[in-house]
């Protein structure tokens, strides 16, 4: 079956540090991958997507490559600030499919 | 997060007890879902309706009851709770002809004693 696999947590970054989320995935065919992100207190909110090979999503400053050679989708910042502070889901939807299958996330906290 | 309402936000149970999960949206999308989230699993599809009258088992729905009551509302019943079933409890919506592309409410923290 499908599968989403995540760098394993705690993330801890000074402010305006890189950040590299690491995220491989598991499926047949051509899925569409995501990233979400939960900030404390809440529900999980779309940060980027992309539906095929060689595609880049970005939204607030965060980048992913969808990377079918190396069936990865890690999430990139150049430059962290403390509001960043959250929880970051990897997520994958194939076809017809009714359900995404995530990975099983990546606490990111950012010091000043 | 306005457009999906979740009720209760907080809930203590004594193992046994009963009680509903309430979710509903005023977006007017017809797939609704109810996930689980437990440290370290990620989210965990519970049950999904794709429709008004319809509903489907996700990946864990072994202890829970789900009724699409209108194309609003979307309810998690939990018949007879175990501690096993502590978790933030999250209903979401599918934004209509974006696959994966999921709307979510606040949760609902529930725990079992």
């Known amino acids: 079956g499908d599968s989403v696999t995540q760098m394993e947590g705690p993330v801890t970054l000074s402010e305006e540090a890189f950040l590299t989320i690491n995220c491989t995935y598991t499926?047949?065919?051509?899925?569409?991958l995501f990233w979400y992100v939960q900030y404390p207190g809440e529900g999980l909110q779309l940060l980027l997507k992309?539906?095929?090979?060689?595609d880049k999503g970005s939204n607030k400053g965060f980048e992913a490559t969808y990377r079918k050679e190396t069936t990865s989708f890690h999430l990139e910042k150049g430059s962290v600030q403390v509001s960043d502070s959250a929880v970051y889901f990897c997520?994958?939807?194939?076809?017809?499919?009714?359900?995404?299958?995530f990975g099983s996330g990546t606490q990111l906290t950012v010091l000043p | 997060n306005a457009g999906v309402t979740q009720t209760p936000k907080f809930q203590v149970l004594k193992t046994g007890q009963s009680m509903t999960l309430q979710c509903a949206q005023d977006?007017?999308?017809?797939?609704m879902y109810w996930y689980r989230q437990d440290p370290g699993m990620g989210l965990r599809l519970i049950y999904y309706?794709?429709?008004?009258?319809?509903?489907d088992k996700g990946e864990v729905p072994n202890g829970y009851n789900v009724s699409r009551l209108n194309k609003r509302e979307f309810s998690l019943r939990l018949e007879s709770a175990a501690p096993s079933q502590t978790s933030v409890y999250f209903c979401?919506?599918?934004?209509?002809?974006?696959?994966?592309?999921?709307?979510f409410g606040e949760g609902s923290r529930l725990t079992v004693l």
């Open positions: 979401a919506i599918s934004i209509q002809g974006k696959a994966g592309e999921l709307f």
């Open positions: 499926a047949t065919g051509y899925p569409s």
């Open positions: 992309a539906t095929k090979a060689d």
């Open positions: 997520a994958l939807i194939r076809g017809s499919a009714r359900q995404l299958t």
């Open positions: 977006m007017n999308h017809n797939s």
């Open positions: 309706s794709a429709s008004e009258g319809t509903t």
